[in-house]
């Protein structure tokens, strides 16, 4: 059986979170070419997506991640079926971008599998085992919820935890993202911050990114899922999305500029 490797793609790294369904394809295609590459030295991918711009933007519009209001219940569901377009839509790109370099890939939406939010949803895991050599890929979604609420949503972050923790023969967990070279010890975007080459649960950082726009749970949802993949798995990994090569340097020598996370 091969190494899996559960990759998430932010979706602050494909897409230009402020500007409603707007795809940084630049981003997309310089890291399929290295999804490719770590492929060809034998690796079984599992890919996983953020909704950045095609999802935030509308579901925060709607307050869809509070599930059904009454007061404006017609209008949320419009929202909910157009996320789910549009994520498909964002998925597309990916998988066409993936296909260039040769990959086959399966494109499993969570509206189709999975019920209910955060990390307990249910759904069955086992269809992204990749086996065959086709890359089984989803995203954060608008779910059902089978209750009052009647919807929400189900973060990327949490189905990568699932995921990397249940699948069989997973040695890396890996977060690319798009604003930092990984976990920094305070918000990116302020002078002197310094990227941590590590970090565990005891350690202390003041590190929102792209709060004001998520409506899940930026950076802090990520590192939380991530120390917890990394109980299970010894490679668990949150580094810069933009810089594609540090993954197949990390798969290939162990190492790479990012951050490793820590179990506790
Ligand atoms: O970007 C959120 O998924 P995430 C999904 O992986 C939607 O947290 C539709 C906003």
């Given at each position: 059986m091969s190494r899996k490797v559960v990759i998430k793609l932010g979706g602050g790294l494909i897409t230009d979170k402020g500007r409603e369904k707007t795809v940084d394809a630049d981003a997309v295609r310089s890291v399929a070419k290295f999804i490719a590459e770590i492929t060809d030295i034998g690796y079984a991918v599992i890919?996983?997506?953020?909704?950045?711009?095609?999802?935030?933007?509308?579901?925060?519009?709607?307050?869809?991640?509070?599930?059904?209001?009454?007061?404006?219940?017609?209008?949320?569901?419009?929202?909910?079926?157009?996320?789910?377009?549009?994520?498909?839509?964002?998925?597309?790109?990916?998988?066409?971008?993936?296909?260039?370099?040769?990959?086959?890939?399966?494109?499993?939406?969570?509206?189709?599998?999975?019920?209910?939010?955060?990390?307990?949803?249910?759904?069955?895991?086992?269809?992204?085992?990749?086996?065959?050599?086709?890359?089984?890929?989803?995203?954060?979604d608008v779910v059902d919820t089978n209750d009052s609420k009647e919807f929400g949503i189900l973060s990327g972050d949490d189905i990568m935890l699932r995921l990397s923790t249940e699948i069989d023969g997973v040695s890396h967990a890996v977060f690319l993202i798009g604003d930092a070279p990984g976990i920094m010890d305070r918000p990116p975007n302020q002078d002197g911050a310094i990227l941590l080459e590590s970090w565990g649960p005891n350690d202390v950082v003041n590190s929102e990114h792209y709060e004001e726009i998520d409506v899940t749970g930026g950076i802090r949802l990520k590192m939380d899922r991530a120390r917890e993949i990394s109980r299970n798995v010894e490679n668990v990994w949150i580094i810069d999305g933009r810089e594609p090569s540090r993954l197949l340097e990390l798969l290939t020598r162990g190492q790479t500029i990012g951050t490793r996370i820590m179990p506790s």
């Open positions: 890919l996983v997506h953020g909704a950045g711009s095609y999802g935030h933007i509308l579901a925060k519009k709607w307050s869809i991640a509070s599930g059904s209001n009454s007061s404006i219940i017609e209008n949320q569901r419009k929202a909910v079926s157009q996320i789910r377009k549009d994520m498909v839509e964002l998925n597309t790109i990916v998988i066409d971008s993936l296909e260039l370099h040769g990959l086959q890939c399966e494109c499993l939406p969570p509206s189709d599998w999975a019920i209910g939010t955060g990390k307990e949803f249910s759904g069955d895991i086992s269809i992204f085992e990749n086996e065959n050599g086709v890359i089984p890929i989803t995203f954060g």
